[in-house]
């Protein structure tokens, strides 16, 4: 039987919920089955032994970006509704969690999230108040979050097995591509009025122009050598409340 | 500040271990619309002490320093959310004002964001143990449901404990700070996190470029926040 509306409703927002039970063994896998549970019980309603072998299928090990694996939920809904065999299925399966990774994972995690986190801590610190820089996080980056489910899902559903043909250069990848350098600007911009900002709450003056100079070189070899920056950089946050204390108690 | 002044009750309390406990859902288990960013869960945490100002301000650095740890694949990254409460918290709880309660809110809250990962790990192991065994499952799709949400609800509960366990020992010892007044050695506290702030945003830009060019851009918007620095816009 072909899923109603309502069970389409249903799954995608179940999809909000896919790695709830993320776990070493299926990784996101329970979560897609239990997303298409109402797909499935429409798809296969009064048939128990065809159910349990579908929802056995869909708990296999599986991974990909969590708002993508929305599209993972709606065409895998739709090849049980198209009768696909088992074996083809398990190959579709295999094939659609590297794209869904990679591909959300760059547009969302690696651009969109930081873009929106960035907008809104510089409107903070160019004088917004705390709760307007949050909605305007919240907002911008839910806009983009929910359109990306949304779209997701539609595409799944229609696709089926062209999925991953289509999301081979969609409009999620094409715009990761063209974005990236508004993020890197926001992260310069963002870290050097966050520094001034610190400064001029402290009540010691550290040189700022030195200070300035060290950073930009800092921030350069950071971007150069990522690992060993980022792990200078958490060193340095541990040792400057140290620092801090240390000069209070010896004067 | 003396101790009267700080305000924690058992109604704040209670408030911010729920608040740790949607917080700590959020991450990864539902609904990810990213209340859990640290800029937003300082805040919520600056604002349940009374301080949303303070809270954001711990937050935006936070923030700074987990932009460098994207969750690409199965790579490792702090949970900010409980994290970021309790360092927002600590630092509103303070007054908000001072210098070296500051360094340490965000130390404590990177720290403790560590410590948030740690317990994922162990939740994901326990989600093995309630996610099977699969062929019972499969044949239950009720007791399937059911297991889920037991999980993502475990999740919530690791959040909640997390905050619970954390933020009155937090909001103490970074009150204690509070008294500590500027020295030498401050001066060069305030440059490490400075310097530390450049080099994660320098690591930060690099995860999200394309390949090593994008430099010269870092350097733009670093240009770009000076004249608004200059500008007196900040």
């Given at each position: 039987?072909?899923?109603?509306?309502?069970?389409?409703?249903?799954?995608?927002?179940?999809?909000?919920?896919?790695?709830?039970?993320?776990?070493?063994?299926?990784?996101?896998?329970?979560?897609?089955?239990?997303?298409?549970?109402?797909?499935?019980?429409?798809?296969?309603?009064?048939?128990?032994?065809?159910?349990?072998?579908?929802?056995?299928?869909?708990?296999?090990?599986?991974?990909?970006?969590?708002?993508?694996?929305?599209?993972?939920?709606?065409?895998?809904?739709?090849?049980?509704?198209?009768?696909?065999?088992?074996?083809?299925?398990?190959?579709?399966?295999?094939?659609?969690?590297?794209?869904?990774?990679?591909?959300?994972?760059?547009?969302?995690?690696?651009?969109?999230r930081p873009i929106c986190v960035l907008i809104a801590t510089l409107s903070f610190l160019l004088g917004a108040?705390?709760?307007?820089?949050?909605?305007?996080?919240?907002?911008?980056?839910?806009?983009?979050?929910?359109?990306?489910?949304?779209?997701?899902?539609?595409?799944?559903?229609?696709?089926?097995?062209?999925?991953?043909?289509?999301?081979?250069?969609?409009?999620?990848?094409?715009?990761?591509?063209?974005?990236?350098?508004?993020?890197?600007?926001?992260?310069?911009?963002?870290?050097?009025?966050?520094?001034?900002?610190?400064?001029?709450?402290?009540?010691?003056?550290?040189?700022?122009?030195?200070?300035?100079?060290?950073?930009?070189?800092?921030?350069?070899?950071?971007?150069?050598?990522?690992?060993?920056?980022?792990?200078?950089?958490?060193?340095?946050?541990?040792?400057?409340?140290?620092l801090w204390v240390l000069g209070g108690v010896v004067g | 500040m003396s101790w009267s002044e700080l305000y924690l009750g058992p109604g704040t309390w209670i408030l911010a271990v729920l608040g740790g406990g949607l917080l700590g859902m959020d991450a990864v288990s539902w609904p990810q619309v990213m209340v859990s960013r640290p800029l937003v869960s300082a805040t919520v945490g600056g604002w349940l002490l009374g301080n949303p100002v303070a809270g954001m301000l711990v937050g935006g650095v936070l923030e700074l320093y987990a932009l460098r740890h994207p969750p690409f694949g199965a790579a490792k990254y702090p949970d900010t959310g409980p994290a970021g409460l309790v360092a927002g918290a600590s630092f509103a709880a303070s007054g908000g004002a001072a210098m070296g309660a500051f360094l340490l809110s965000v130390a404590i809250g990177w720290g403790l964001g560590w410590i948030g990962t740690v317990t994922v790990q162990i939740r994901r192991r326990l989600n093995e143990r309630i996610m099977s065994p699969a062929r019972e499952l499969a044949a239950d799709p009720v007791l399937l449901e059911q297991r889920h949400r037991v999980a993502i609800w475990l999740d919530g509960l690791r959040g909640a404990i997390l905050v619970a366990a954390f933020l009155v020992p937090s909001v103490l010892v970074v009150t204690l700070v509070v008294g500590t007044g500027p020295s030498t050695l401050g001066r060069y506290a305030v440059a490490a996190l400075v310097l530390g702030l450049a080099g994660s945003a320098g690591a930060a830009g690099r995860s999200s470029a394309f390949g090593v060019r994008g430099w010269p851009l870092l350097l733009v918007g670093a240009g770009l926040g000076l004249l608004l620095v200059l500008g007196g816009l900040t």
């Open positions: 039987m072909r899923p109603l509306r309502s069970d389409h409703l249903t799954a995608w927002s179940r999809t909000f919920a896919v790695q709830g039970s993320w776990n070493y063994t299926t990784m996101v896998g329970t979560g897609i089955a239990y997303a298409m549970l109402p797909l499935l019980r429409r798809i296969y309603a009064g048939d128990p032994v065809r159910l349990r072998e579908a929802v056995e299928r869909a708990m296999g090990p599986f991974n990909g970006h969590p708002y993508l694996c929305a599209m993972a939920v709606a065409a895998l809904g739709r090849l049980e509704l198209d009768e696909v065999d088992p074996q083809t299925i398990e190959k579709f399966r295999t094939a659609l969690r590297g794209p869904l990774g990679t591909v959300g994972d760059r547009a969302v995690w690696g651009q969109w108040s705390p709760g307007w820089s949050v909605v305007v996080f919240l907002a911008l980056y839910n806009v983009g979050h929910l359109a990306v489910r949304v779209w997701a899902y539609a595409t799944g559903w229609q696709a089926g097995l062209e999925v991953g043909r289509l999301l081979k250069g969609a409009w999620i990848e094409r715009w990761a591509e063209k974005i990236w350098p508004l993020n890197i600007l926001l992260t310069g911009a963002v870290a050097l009025v966050l520094a001034d900002v610190v400064v001029e709450q402290s009540a010691v003056s550290p040189a700022p122009a030195a200070l300035l100079g060290m950073g930009l070189v800092g921030g350069l070899l950071a971007f150069r050598f990522p690992r060993q920056g980022g792990r200078l950089a958490t060193v340095l946050l541990v040792i400057a409340p140290l | -």
